[in-house]
């Protein structure tokens, strides 16, 4: 049986979109007959999610999760050191290695197994480093270290197999800052991170829990990261703090206090604040809403990929992009009408556009329609199974 391993410091149970992601990967091709070798930094008393050909090795760390940089890198040594040594000792030279680039120079690790088994090793990239801790404030740009780091993320593109991006925008900006490295650069969309029914707002569950199934609802779902235009999201609620509309968040990240403060200061009551949801929520989670929101601030739109976007287009529900002209998702909710995008820093706009919406029912319900046909021709999980498994398994490999 013919093998794979993969790292990654988020897997199975982490309810990031990350980890979702990673777990469904894994889990498809161990479905399609392949042996599947994880090892990750996320810890489990678990070690499988269900009888499979995977087999799951934890790296070791004292550090509790938590949003906080310092917590995130002591987390990301710990998964490297250990991941170091099961790249050395236990990943058969013959088997492909996968490398998710969380942390964002885990790709050293393919080096180290290219250089000691003469391996090969596929980076997938989630977001493109160091511009993303640039963008996000972590790091200035041009310093010593960004300098250096950007070094060490060439060498882990220049001697992986392929360089695996998730847009088109993405693959636009490595070949602009690496022209030599084209030919090694593939794009594989990703897809969503649950079969979803489609189901009226109405008569859904989780609508009906949180009173939401009479209100126009706008959802936001996913990371409140650094990399996203939240404040524009907060301001907009502000501005229609008195109209039949609600704002839900579902998740967490280094902006949910800008919301959360927010409601503090300013006493709002058209704002609901949820946790991550389990996976087996979210078909009803995603399709509580009437509208979703997807946002980015400028720039970000060739530095990270909106995962969320795919689970909202599988929701059947249309979509509000906040990001710049002519980005991926501005050129993909327009070519499909399930969408309307608008730039960043203009709550009010976003304001108009909702309050818009909300009332006109029939433009709402078909741009949900057609949310959903797009996602039915382009972004299933099996189309990105394959394409995953092409390059990965283009070349006979030698069963172990």
Known sequence: MKQIAILTQYFYPHQGATSQLITDLAKGLSHRGYTVNIFTGTQAKQTTPESLNLKI?????????????????????????????????????????????????????????????????????????????AMSGIIKENSIIYKFLSKVIYFTYKYSEYIIVLTTSMQEFIEKKYPDLKSRIKIIENWSIADIPIVKKQENQFAQKYQLQQIFTVLYSGNLGRMHDIETITEAAKILRDEPIRFVFIGDGAKTQIVKQAI??????????????????????????????????????????????????????????????????????????????????????????????????????LMGERARQLYENKYTFHRALSEYEQILFSSPLEDV
């Not at 099961?86 to 120079?105: K, M, W």
């Open 57 to 133: 090795n934890r790296a070791f760390s004292p550090i509790k999760s938590s949003t906080s940089i310092y917590s995130k890198i002591a987390s990301s040594i710990f998964f490297l050191l250990g991941a170091l040594w099961y790249v050395i000792f236990q990943v058969p030279p013959s088997t492909p290695l996968l490398i998710a680039s969380n942390p964002p120079y885990a790709g050293v690790l393919g080096i180290c197994f290219k250089i000691i088994h003469r391996g090969k090793y596929y980076f997938l990239l989630q977001d493109i480093f160091p511009e993303s801790a």
């Open 264 to 365: 503090d200061t300013e006493h709002l009551q058209n704002i609901l604040i949820l946790p991550y949801q389990a996976r087996e929520v979210l078909p009803l989670s995603l399709t509580a809403c009437d509208i979703s929101l997807v946002s980015l601030i400028p720039g970000a739109e060739y530095i990270v990929a909106p995962s969320k976007l795919y689970g909202m287009l599988a929701a059947g529900r249309g979509i509000i992009s906040i990001s710049v002209s002519n980005s991926y998702i501005d050129q993909l909710l327009s070519n499909s009408g399930c969408g309307i995008n608008i730039p960043p820093n203009h709550p009010q706009y976003l304001a108009d556009i909702i309050r818009q919406l909300q009332s006109d029912e029939e433009k709402v319900k």
